[in-house]
């Protein structure tokens, strides 16, 4: 998963960073805004939604420009195309047609394919939930969790003794 040629664990390297700067946090916000706007008390999200949809949009053309010529992300199957997948699997939730992006449905047609990964996607099947079955009480306990949380004090303690 993580090549030992040092010129192949660049590419990995990179595509590791790239995950974890664009497609984890953009894809993240996309959902986030995705979900706020259900909500009417949080008023006009028509710019959050376009901005995101639109980097949702920009990263699986990435992914497409990148997996045209080529069948994984990087030199073969590496821990790259494995963090990923998960999030590139969400597309339609993300409001996107894959069909606008046909090096990317390959990829993840292939990807589900291998036993492992369909094994690793099904952790937690057994505890996903509809939010649309929980209580309005438990709906805003969520959201109250989950969104508009603030920096907090540390705990008051005596002070560090100097030297």
Same mark, same amino acid.
């Given at each position: 998963?993580?090549?030992?040629? $040092?010129? *192949?664990?660049?590419?990995?390297?990179?595509?590791?960073?790239?995950?974890?700067?664009?497609?984890?946090?953009?894809?993240?916000?996309?959902? #986030?805004?995705? *979900?706020? %706007?259900?909500? $009417?008390? #949080?008023?006009?999200? /028509?710019? %959050? *939604? +376009?901005?995101? !949809?639109?980097?949702?949009?920009?990263?699986?053309?990435?992914?497409? =420009?990148?997996? #045209? !010529?080529? +069948?994984?992300?990087?030199?073969?199957?590496? &821990? /790259?195309? &494995? =963090?990923?997948?998960?999030?590139?699997?969400?597309?339609?939730?993300?409001?996107? !047609?894959?069909?606008?992006? $046909? #090096?990317?449905?390959?990829?993840? !047609?292939?990807?589900?394919? *291998?036993?492992?990964? /369909?094994?690793?996607?099904?952790?937690?099947?057994?505890?996903?939930?509809?939010?649309?079955?929980?209580?309005?009480?438990?709906? /805003?306990?969520?959201?109250?969790?989950?969104?508009?949380?603030?920096? +907090?004090?540390? $705990?008051? =303690?005596?002070?560090?003794?100097?030297?």
């Amino acid at each position: 998963m993580w090549p030992a040629e $040092p010129g *192949r664990k660049y590419e990995v390297a990179q595509w590791v960073m790239w995950q974890m700067a664009n497609q984890g946090p953009k894809f993240g916000e996309n959902g #986030h805004f995705r *979900r706020a %706007a259900q909500n $009417p008390s #949080h008023g006009d999200l /028509a710019y %959050a *939604r +376009r901005r995101f !949809d639109d980097e949702a949009n920009r990263i699986l053309g990435v992914m497409n =420009i990148r997996l #045209h !010529d080529r +069948r994984y992300l990087a030199v073969d199957y590496s &821990i /790259a195309d &494995i =963090i990923c997948y998960p999030w590139a699997a969400t597309w339609k939730y993300q409001g996107q !047609d894959i069909e606008d992006f $046909p #090096h990317v449905q390959r990829w993840l !047609d292939e990807l589900a394919a *291998r036993p492992a990964v /369909a094994r690793g996607m099904a952790v937690g099947n057994e505890r996903r939930e509809d939010p649309a079955t929980l209580s309005a009480e438990e709906q /805003a306990r969520r959201s109250k969790v989950l969104s508009n949380q603030r920096a +907090r004090q540390p $705990p008051a =303690i005596s002070p560090i003794p100097s030297s």
